[in-house]
């Protein structure tokens, strides 16, 4: 029984030294790249299509996609609503129709 024991304490070990250093590594990853689209967005007020080469301003009237609720305000931030909150993945360019991500969705 007691090498039973031993057997799931080594492999769990042994899992989780292996899987760590990639989970580690993915997260890492991810936080830069959100600190660095963050980053991006609090100098701007407008993006660049790529298509069309307008600018595309991220201050106006937004509509959420989730709960269809208007606000003024910046595009890319959280739904005011109380049940809501959500934060849009990407925004329309209103020249070409063609979609800019979210820089801090990364």
């Known amino acids: 029984m007691m090498r039973r024991r031993q057997l799931g304490t080594f492999l769990t070990i042994l899992y989780w030294s292996f899987y760590l250093p990639f989970l580690t590594t993915k997260h890492l990853y991810r936080l830069t790249g959100r600190l660095i689209g963050t980053a991006a ?5 407008s993006l660049h299509c790529a298509a069309c080469g307008k600018e595309v301003s991220l201050v106006g009237r937004w509509e959420c996609g989730w709960c269809g609720r208007v606000f003024d305000g910046f595009a890319f931030a959280r739904c005011p609503g109380r ?7 990407f925004i329309e360019c209103q020249g070409c129709g063609l979609t800019i991500d979210n820089p801090s969705l990364f």
């Not at 967005?41 to 007020?45: G, I, S, T, Y």
């Not at 049940?83 to 993945?89: D, K, L, N, Q, S």
């Open 41 to 45: 967005l609090r100098n701007r007020d």
């Open 83 to 89: 049940e809501c909150g959500a934060v849009p993945p």
